[in-house]
T-cell receptor, first 115, second 115 residues
Framework: DQQVKQNSPSLSVQEGRISILNCDYT??????FLWYKKYPAEGPTFLIS?????DKNEDGRFTVFLNKSAKHLSLHIVPSQPGDSAVYFC??????????????FGRGTQLTVWP | DSGVTQTPKHLITATGQRVTLRCSPR?????VYWYQQSLDQGLQFLIQ???????AKGNILERFSAQQFPDLHSELNLSSLELGDSALYFC??????????????FGDGTRLSIL
């Protein structure tokens, strides 16, 4: 069963505009969320994370929003750049003491930023 | 460069065969995780090792096994290979210091093709 879902397999955005990637989860025990970016022929690269005690976390052009009641998170990229074209994976985990449990990944969204 | 090294990059073999995938974690990282990514699927967690001991198990088939050696490198052994085992296999490592905000860092994967 897919506990983390990314329902949009692809997203196309013009350079300079905002990209919004969405992610839904079903397990209410998840309390830590991560976004990874993956280029072809490379492994996923960590982008940004958020704990369930927050509803927003920002790092430069990247902002992640968490809506716990809706079990929904989104990644905003502003402004989008052609180099942002990649597959974006949402992942979720439970916090266990001072560490994280296993990660559950969505299937990814292919973002294409065109000039 | 994530610092996680996976070898080989590509592996082509036949059904019924056995292969070994190798992973060297980042320096200082005690945990190693293995994931499988089949076509159009998200990353499926297989197994985690921490400092030589199995820590968590995911959707790993009985035909698959893994181990982590004293120098912390890890090997994933896949036996009695089937066509459906064709996939990208990723290794990730993680530092277990204080705090939970230590992400997993991924290697570039091994692409396994079963003919």
């Amino acid at each position: 069963d897919q506990q983390v879902k990314q329902n949009s397999p692809s997203l196309s955005v013009q350079e300079g505009r905002i990209s919004i990637l969405n992610c839904d989860y079903t397990n209410s025990m998840f309390d830590y969320f991560l976004w990874y970016k993956k280029y072809p022929a490379e492994g996923p690269t960590f982008l940004i994370s958020i704990s369930s005690i927050k509803d927003k976390n920002e790092d430069g052009r990247f902002t992640v929003f968490l809506n716990k009641s809706a079990k929904h998170l989104s990644l905003h990229i502003v402004p989008s750049q052609p180099g942002d074209s990649a597959v974006y994976f949402c992942a979720a985990s439970e916090v266990r003491g001072s560490t994280l449990g296993r990660l559950y990944f969505g299937r990814g969204t292919q973002l294409t930023v065109w000039p | 460069d994530s610092g996680v090294t996976q070898t080989p990059k590509h592996l082509i073999t036949a059904t019924g065969q056995r292969v070994t995938l190798r992973c060297s974690p980042r320096s200082g990282d005690l945990s190693v995780y293995w994931y499988q990514q089949s076509l159009d699927q998200g990353l499926q967690f297989l197994i985690q090792y921490y400092n030589g001991e199995e820590r968590a198990k995911g959707n790993i088939l009985e035909r698959f096994s893994a181990q982590q050696f004293p120098d912390l490198h890890s090997e994933l052994n896949l036996s009695s290979l089937e066509l459906g085992d064709s996939a990208l296999y990723f290794c990730a490592s993680r530092y277990h210091g204080t705090g939970i905000n230590q992400p997993q860092h991924f290697g570039d994967g091994t692409r396994l093709s079963i003919l």
